[in-house]
Structures are given as structure tokens and as C-alpha cells.
């Protein structure tokens, strides 16, 4: 098979750093304090603990905890908010490993929810499974690929079943359900650094909350020695007193190098929005009519980040679907199929994460991601890479189904 690759369209290209990154870096670099911590010297300065200070201020959120990615950010959420060992914790099945990696991670059990055609959590097995788990006292809510569900009615359902909500926004940061950003609907709102996410320093994560206990219990827990006063987004130094001697160390901080690259990239985050919606409009538009795709369906006074394109084609047999994955790859494009029995890259789903214990029946989602493609769009993408883009994946639909 030939797979020439055509460097113009590498849909895994990370975006460019802008050049106050790199200066930045090459400040802390040649200094040589890459560690976020200074025993002695003043850390007035610390990159990480101004990062978390001006994370807060974006998000809109009191605390900050700046950590080395965004899985070890959800499963320090999870243990900051006391989930025990064992326990339940609800989560929409459609997800990355990382989500149900962080539940497993703090000893407890994931309980997969249901997602529905439009990719988001199925609102109506929510209520079910919050039923038939009395116990369950967390929902971590993963907006995969950026989609998030009606927030209203999520808040309605967790007060109803005394669930807690942590937020899943490796993809949404910079998005708003109305007028609100998401990542302020939940009692802690996890994000990520990673080269693949919205903002980029390779590696990293940060967990953003309003509620102090939670707060001084992950920066323990993240890896502050006795050094947490020198955190900024902090509770006051008295909520530490009761929780230092008796909370673990887990050592997940970010260092000081990557706080740096990421700070200058803050203020770009509502342009990039708009340059992500461009590019998804101008791809989308030329999907749009084709027949037989299926599109999920967002809300139209939500505000996405869209970083990555979703479409299913419910009527195509896997020989058709194979043959779709030839012809796109032909062109250098390679289309993320969450349907494969091996799967490649980022699209592994419920039935690859065995080591669950008692893993929860989701025919549904099983169905509608056997089904399910999903593009990334990388955000320096010019207005003929979407053209050719759009144009070879219409071509290879259409001719997989001939
Ligand atoms: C990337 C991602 C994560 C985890 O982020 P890492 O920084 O790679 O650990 C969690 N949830 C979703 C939906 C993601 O896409």
C-alpha cells in the first residue's frame, strides 16, 4: 500500500510555539532554576505558581494547582475530593484512557455511562446508572473532543442524586456553555497541556477549583514539600496546617519550564478559538451534504473550541470502512476510526480497558462508535489545506460505498 506522506496535510502537526514561549524557556534555561521550588532563594517568581495564579484568573476559578499532565490532574482531583478506595465513580463511556486510568488510578471503580448519536453523555442513563449505584458520590464528566452536554440539566441531576461533579476539559478550555466557561460548573475542572490539547508544553495539567479544602489537599498531595507557601492560587496557610502531616506526597508537579512556555499562550487562547471555528466550519462545509454522514449535533448558544472534527457513517459496512481508511491514507490523511478491533493512536474505547472489574454494558455507545471517525484539525491550517481536505475525504466517502 502506498502511504506517501504529504507533510502539507499532517493533521498531527502541534501548533507553533509563539516566540514568547521560547524566549521564556530560554530565560529559565539559562538560569538554570527549572524546578518550581526554591528552598532558600525567593520564588516570587516561580513560573508554575504565576501560571496557576493566571489560570485562575482565566477560568474564573480561586485555586490553581499546576501538575505534569492532565491524567495525573483528574486522578489528583479525585483523591483531593476523598474518593475511596473502591468506590463507584461515574463517567460518560465515551472518553480517552486517561479518564478511566485516573478513577483506577485513585483505587477506585469506574461505572461507564452511556453516550448518545451526539457523542455526549446520555442524560437518560445518567439517571439510571445514578439509580442503580446509590453509592456513586462523584460524576467525572469527560467532554471528549470538546463536546459537552446541556450544563443545566447536568446540575439538575447531580443535586437530584448528591453527585459531585469533576470536569473533564482536556478539550474545552476557552469554551462557554451561555455565557459560562466550562470548568466552572464542577467542584474541581481538569485541563491539559499535552501537545495534542489547546495549549502546549508537551507535557502537563492543571486543576482549577473554588473549594479550599480540595485545593490545599492536591497542592499537598501534588508535590509541595513544606514549600506550599510559595504557591499562589492557594487557600490561607492555616487550611494546610490540619492536612500536612497526615496527606501523601505524590510528586506530580509541573516544573518551572513547562509554566513558562504555557504562560504566553493564555493570552492567545480566544484567538486560536477563532481560528479553530474557521477551520471547522470551512472542513465542515464541505462534508456537509454528503449522504449517509452523520454529524453530531452542538448547541447553537454554546461557544466550542473545535480542535478535532467528529462524523459517523452509520450505514457503512466495515469493508467499506476499510476501504475508506485506504484511500484517505493514499493521501496522506489519516482518519481516526473508533471502531477498530485493534485500536491505533488516541481512539481505544470501554471494551480495551479490561482491567476494569466489573465493566458496565454500554451497547449503545459500542454501536455508535463502531461507527464513529474523528478528525484532527491542526490549528495553523490554511484555507487550502481545509479545501483539500474537505475535498479528499468527500471523494474517499463516497467511492468506499460504490
Ligand atoms: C488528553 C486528554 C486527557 C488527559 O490528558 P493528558 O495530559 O494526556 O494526561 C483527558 N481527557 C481527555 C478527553 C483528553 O483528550
Not at 237 to 243: C, D, I, R, S, V
Not at 247 to 263: H, V
Not at 367 to 396: H, M, W
Request: net charge neutral; aromatic share 10%; with cysteine.
Amino acid at each position: 500500500m502506498s502511504t506517501k506522506k504529504n507533510p502539507a496535510i499532517d493533521l498531527a502537526r502541534p501548533p507553533c510555539l509563539p516566540d514568547a514561549s521560547i524566549d521564556a524557556a530560554l530565560r529559565i534555561l539559562k538560569s538554570g532554576y527549572l524546578f518550581r521550588y526554591g528552598e532558600t532563594s525567593d520564588t516570587t517568581l516561580s513560573d508554575a505558581a504565576l501560571l496557576e495564579q493566571e489560570f485562575s484568573t482565566f477560568i474564573g476559578s480561586k485555586y490553581c494547582v499546576a501538575v505534569n499532565s492532565g491524567g495525573s490532574a483528574l486522578f489528583l482531583a479525585l483523591k483531593a475530593a476523598g474518593v475511596k478506595s473502591g468506590e463507584p465513580v461515574l463517567l460518560n463511556a465515551f472518553t480517552l484512557a486517561p479518564v478511566p486510568g485516573a478513577i483506577h488510578h485513585a483505587g477506585a471503580e469506574p461505572v461507564l455511562v452511556e453516550t448518545n448519536q451526539d457523542c455526549i453523555v446520555d442524560l437518560a442513563d445518567l439517571e439510571r446508572k445514578a439509580k442503580e449505584y446509590p453509592n456513586a458520590r462523584f460524576l467525572l464528566l469527560s467532554y471528549m473532543r470538546g463536546l459537552f452536554p446541556n450544563m443545566e440539566h447536568i446540575h439538575e441531576l447531580c443535586n437530584q442524586y448528591s453527585l459531585t461533579l469533576i470536569e473533564d476539559c482536556a478539550h474545552t478550555l476557552g469554551a462557554r456553555w451561555r455565557t459560562k466557561p466550562l470548568g466552572s460548573f464542577g467542584k474541581a475542572a481538569c485541563f491539559s497541556a499535552q501537545s495534542f490539547k489547546h495549549i502546549n508544553a508537551g507535557e502537563g495539567g492543571l486543576l482549577a477549583t473554588n473549594d479550599e479544602d480540595l485545593a490545599a489537599a492536591a497542592i499537598l498531595m501534588s508535590g509541595s514539600y513544606m514549600l506550599y507557601g510559595q504557591h499562589k492560587a492557594r487557600p490561607s496557610l492555616e487550611k494546610f496546617e490540619a492536612l500536612r502531616f497526615n496527606t501523601p506526597n505524590y510528586s506530580l508537579r509541573m516544573s518551572d519550564l513547562s509554566a513558562a512556555i504555557l504562560r504566553p499562550q493564555l493570552a492567545l487562547v480566544n484567538n486560536w478559538k477563532t481560528q479553530w471555528q474557521h477551520i471547522y466550519t470551512q472542513v465542515l462545509a464541505q462534508l456537509k451534504h454528503i449522504p449517509g454522514v452523520k454529524f453530531a449535533q452542538r448547541f447553537s448558544d454554546a461557544d466550542y473550541v473545535p480542535s478535532s472534527l467528529q462524523f459517523s457513517l452509520p450505514s457503512y459496512e466495515v469493508n467499506e470502512i476499510e476501504r475508506l481508511l485506504v484511500l484517505t491514507s493514499q493521501q496522506g490523511i489519516h482518519l481516526k476510526w473508533f471502531g477498530a478491533d485493534n485500536p491505533k493512536g488516541f481512539t481505544s474505547r470501554p471494551e480495551h480497558w479490561s482491567y476494569m472489574q466489573n465493566p458496565t454494558q454500554i451497547p449503545q455507545t459500542e454501536k455508535i462508535l463502531s461507527r464513529l471517525f474523528d478528525l484532527r484539525l491542526p490549528l495553523n491550517f490554511t484555507d487550502q489545506e481545509c479545501y483539500f481536505l474537505g475535498s479528499v475525504l468527500k471523494q474517499a466517502i463516497i467511492e468506499a460505498k460504490a
